[in-house]
Structure formats: C-alpha cells, structure tokens
T-cell receptor, first 113, second 110 residues
C-alpha cells in the first residue's frame, strides 16, 4: 500500500495562475482532508470530505476549491494563486468516524511569487 | 485563539535523557493524536488515545481528559528522535474536528 500520495511535491506559481493539487489514498478510507502548514502555526484545515460525494469548508477555505472525485481521490484547486497561499499543503485520510487516527501524505511545498 | 498549547516550544537534550512534552487544550475532546514531523516534512502518527496511557517502544503517551492535558514521554532519547512533535486533540463543538498545536521542536545531541 502506498498510503496517501500527493502530487506535485514542489510547485512555484506566479500570482494569478491556477493549479490543482492531487491527493489519493489506497486504504479505502471514507474521510479526506486538506491542510496547510505555515511557520509558527499549527496545521489549519482548508476543506474536508467526510465521505464520497460530500465536501465541507474548514477553517481557511477562501481562495480554494475541492473535488472528491471518488473514494480514493480528493483534489485541491487554487483558481487564482496569491502570495498568501505560499505554504506546505498536506492531504490526510481517516477510515471511519470511530477510528480517529489520520494518515498524512508527504506534502506539497507551494511558492507563489 | 489558541485551543491547544504545547510546551516547551523548543527542546535540546543529550542522548539518553528522558524527555517530556506537554499539551494542554481548552476544548472538549473525545481523543487526542500525537504526531511526529521529521525534518524532511512528512507527518507520522505516533499515538491516538482517549484515556490513560499508551506505550510504543521508547515512547509513552498519557492523557487526562478531565484536566485537559496530555504528555508525550521519550525514554533513552536518541538523535533519530529529533523531530517536531505535534499534539492534535479531536472533538470540539462539532465533535469531529481536529485541533493542532504548533509543535515542539526536539533536538537530541549525541
């Protein structure tokens, strides 16, 4: 099992450009999450998907959109990147509501100039 | 607002020392997750606990739900333990939210 995979690992964008971060898990987990991690701050939830076909906003959703394409895949889209979106992005998944443990992907380091 | 406070923020220890990292939180929770983030950036799950104590190798985690406090202990620390340790309580008003501390950066010197 690969666990949770993310692509790309690194990306540099210019202000105003768009891109999609991809996330996939092969553990048959129901819930998937997108977080951003900034220096001096804890992980912050951008969006999550409790199950296939549902998505909900987290703490910092502005400037982002998500798609739960199927049970395996959960993508994060930046429609018009801004320097404030420079961050490390982590995707995570969790099996069922009574299993609290999250499994994280390796992260995507995004720089917006 | 800081629902989760970790202490210390930074910690340097000599190899072999006993280490304690503390986590206090202000929200009601049903469980708490301890995570490890290595210098390369990957995040690994160490423990998920809702009461008492759990042990895995040289790592021990304890939690007191009523006092809203958890500790992570590392016995006989080793340079490979150098990492950032993150406390993540689970629960909150909705009952299904993770909160994250800013982490404790640990460096173990040979």
């Amino acid at each position: 099992n690969a666990g949770v995979t993310q692509t790309p690992k690194f990306q540099v964008l210019k202000t105003g450009q768009s891109m999609t971060l991809q996330c996939a898990q092969d553990m048959n987990h129901n819930s998937m999450y997108w977080y951003r991690q900034d220096p001096g701050m804890g992980l912050r939830l951008i969006y999550y998907s409790a199950s296939e076909g549902t998505t909900d906003k987290g703490e910092v959703p502005n400037g982002y959109n998500v798609s739960r394409l199927n049970k395996r895949e959960f993508s994060l889209r930046l429609e018009s990147a801004a320097p404030s979106q420079t961050s490390v992005y982590f995707c995570a998944s969790r099996s069922i509501p009574t299993r609290y443990e999250q499994y994280f992907g390796p992260g995507t380091r995004l720089t917006v100039t | 607002k800081n629902e989760v406070e970790q202490s210390p923020q930074n910690l340097t220890a000599q190899e072999g020392e006993f280490i304690t990292i503390n986590c206090s939180y202000s929200v009601g929770i049903s469980a708490l997750h301890w995570l490890q983030q290595h210098p390369g950036g990957g995040i690994v799950s160490l423990f998920m606990l809702s009461s008492g104590k759990k042990k895995h190798g040289r790592l021990i985690a304890t939690i007191n739900i009523q006092e809203k406090h958890s500790s992570l202990h590392i016995t006989a620390s080793h340079p490979r333990d150098s990492a950032v340790y993150i406390c993540a309580p689970y629960g909150g008003r909705t009952g299904n939210q993770f909160y994250f501390g800013t982490g404790t950066s640990l460096t173990v010197i040979p």
